[in-house]
């Protein structure tokens, strides 16, 4: 663990602030600190009657960002927490009713380059991947090692939309019974392996999908932004605002269908006189379509390519 060494650049940062509308003395949480990005330029526009909240899984990031000089007077209350228990550790450190929150759900280039957690396929590394490893949850070695044919192969098919889920899933646990599979070059050949000679070429995409489902599973990353959204939503003060960027579509499908849902109201069938379900829409949707990056964005960096920002006003 080197936190010195911490990189990640803030994606969609402009669009963060454009959605959130920071202002002096205003008061927001960072569900995700991950570089201090967006952190840093909301305590610049909140300046020094404004507070921020910012809260990361990985310890290696809060630690880090207090390693950083400062570009602000202010200070961050920093929280290693999950955000999927926003509520609470708001309610903790004395946050409610705040005037935006903003979660960017992914990892950081340090995470993914330099943390030595085999996120990445690219480098020679343990199979662990746990963005917070003080905890004793299972580790993608763990997944591998315990996980039946058919729950691996629904998981690769699920959170990695692979196509050769089925096969692949067959060779870990053939493999398996000979050595365990415990490194991140293991599990690229046998994926490689695994894939039709034909197709081997594009074995790469075959791994990024396929770490990406472990990295999905190890760390619980769906249910934790299913609980963080309704939380975050309760938080916002009216007129606050909610921004939510991700990297992958069954993050987006389950942003897009929960704003939808928050911002629609009554529900009763058209032949009722009246309504009787007393539904009434409690946000008011920003981005008909997610904004991506921009070509100056993308030019400077191609990790924001897959980035798709969406944002809902509290009403
Ligand atoms: C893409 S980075 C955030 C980058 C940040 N916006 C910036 O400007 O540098 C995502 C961060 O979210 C953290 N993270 C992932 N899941 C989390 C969770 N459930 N709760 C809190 N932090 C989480 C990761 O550890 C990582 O540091």
Do not use: W
Request: glycine share 6%; hydrophobic share 40%.
């Amino acid at each position: 663990m080197i936190p010195n060494s911490y990189k990640h650049t803030p994606v969609l940062l402009q669009e963060v602030l454009e959605y959130l509308q920071p202002k002096v003395g205003e008061v927001f949480i960072d569900a995700t600190l991950g570089g201090g990005g967006y952190t840093e330029a909301l305590l610049g526009a909140v300046a020094s009657t404004g507070k921020v909240l910012s809260l990361d899984l990985d310890i290696d990031a809060i630690r880090a960002f207090k390693l950083k000089p400062q570009t602000s007077n202010l200070k961050p209350v920093l929280v290693q927490g999950n955000f999927k228990d926003i509520a609470s550790i708001a309610q903790a450190n004395g946050f409610s009713k705040v005037n935006g929150v903003v979660a960017d759900i992914g990892l950081s280039s340090y995470e993914l380059d330099d943390a030595g957690r085999g996120i990445s396929f690219k480098h020679d590394e343990p199979l662990d991947m746990r963005f917070d490893a003080s905890v004793a949850n299972p580790t993608a070695a763990d997944l591998l090692a315990f996980k039946s044919e058919v729950e691996l192969t629904k998981l690769f098919t699920e959170y990695g939309e692979e196509r050769y889920s089925r096969s692949i899933a067959r060779n870990i646990v053939r493999k398996r019974t000979e050595e365990a599979v415990t490194r991140t070059t293991q599990l690229v050949d046998i994926i490689t392996n695994s894939l039709p000679r034909a197709v081997r070429h594009k074995a790469q995409d075959s791994c990024r999908r396929i770490f990406q489902a472990l990295r999905i599973a190890v760390n619980g990353e769906l249910e934790n932004l299913r609980q963080f959204l309704p939380d975050a939503l309760g938080l916002l003060a009216p007129g606050g605002r909610l921004v939510v960027v991700v990297f992958h579509s069954l993050e987006d499908r389950i942003v897009k269908q929960f704003f939808v849902q928050a911002a629609t109201g009554c529900v009763c069938p058209a032949n009722f006189p009246h309504c009787v379900c007393g539904k009434t829409p409690q946000v008011q949707i920003l981005t008909r379509r997610p904004v991506s990056a921009g070509e100056a964005e993308l030019a400077q960096n191609s990790r924001s390519r897959p980035a798709k920002l969406r944002a809902v006003l509290k009403l």
